[in-house]
């Protein structure tokens, strides 16, 4: 399956029936309350019943995806951070050395090829790019990123990069 979450909608057509797209602008989703639950009371399951259930599920099964982020701080924006962090259900309470480092153990999270553009009003400054990919770099690891790339662009870009990024794949 392939996924684009964006914190924005995207204007063109998903032609193909294995691509799933989320606008998290148009969704409610709640921020994670610390409480644990998806590992002790539900494991695997949120307990908070918004629309991030139907997203991390897709998040785990997805093995290309697209994030498009409004770029903040040298981080993802709110809408896109939220979701990233509700979707902690995707991991386990265990912990694994990896790369010589702790990290979550997967519960079933399928490798990924990601794309994460993001963008800003102005030129993005290269201070923030570096905080932005090491962040990427950090996350890569429990996200189950095989490999990814990172696109910087302005806001009156985005539509188009995301589209010629999705063309790609009807391609392959």
Not at 155 to 168: G, H, R
Request: glycine share 2%.
């Amino acid at each position: 399956m392939k996924l684009i979450l964006s914190d924005r909608p995207l204007h063109f057509p998903v032609l193909t029936d294995d691509t799933r797209y989320f606008d998290l602008s148009a969704l409610k989703i709640a921020n994670c309350v610390g409480c644990f639950g998806c590992w002790t009371k539900t494991p695997g399951r949120c307990v908070i019943r918004d629309d991030a259930t139907r997203i991390y599920p897709c998040i785990a099964a997805s093995d290309t995806l697209l994030y498009v982020s409004r770029l903040c701080y040298g981080s993802y924006d709110v809408l896109m951070k939220t979701m990233l962090e509700r979707a902690i259900p995707v991991q386990q309470a265990f912990i694994r050395i990896h790369c010589r480092e702790t990290h979550h153990e997967q519960r079933a999270v399928v490798p990924k090829k990601a794309t994460i553009i993001v963008y800003a009003d102005t030129e993005i400054e290269e201070e923030e790019r570096q905080i932005f990919r090491q962040l990427v770099i950090r996350n890569a690891y429990n996200m189950n990123f095989e490999s990814f790339e990172i696109l910087f662009t302005t806001e009156s870009q985005v539509n188009s990069l995301a589209k010629e990024i999705v063309t790609q794949w009807e391609r392959f």
